[in-house]
Nanobody, 123 residues
């Protein structure tokens, strides 16, 4: 299984970025997906979850109303649209495949991880 995340970069506070994660090696449309991030010196943090069909989503309070997760199963791709970015959003962002049946916010529910893409928000 390979997950290739892209779309990170440097943006000013208040700006937007859209992250993409292309999956291969599994039947993408069968998998729920999640986005996490990890800032320097901090633990990896859950951001957003989307069910296999896209009908169910879940967000961390820290990004609710600013970030939107979506997917295109025809393209084997999950997206994270990030608006109103803040300096505290600076981190490496990871996509992951949920393989467990527990709560989507739990990191150990995810069995496959992408390599991460750096997002830096300047003030």
């Amino acid at each position: 299984v390979q997950l290739q995340a892209s779309g990170g970069g440097l943006v000013q506070a208040g700006g937007s970025l859209r992250l993409s994660c292309i999956a291969s090696g599994r039947t993408f449309s069968d998998d729920a997906m999640g986005w996490f991030r990890q800032a320097p010196g901090k633990e990896r943090e859950f951001l957003a979850y989307i069910s296999w069909g896209g009908g169910s989503t879940l967000y961390a309070d820290s990004v609710k109303g600013r970030f939107t997760i979506s997917r295109d199963n025809a393209k084997n791709t999950v997206y994270l649209q990030m608006n109103s970015l803040r300096p505290e959003d600076t981190a490496v962002y990871y996509c992951a495949v949920k393989v467990g049946v527990g709560a989507p916010i739990r990191e150990h529910e995810y069995g496959y991880w992408g390599q991460g893409t750096q997002v830096t928000v300047s003030s």
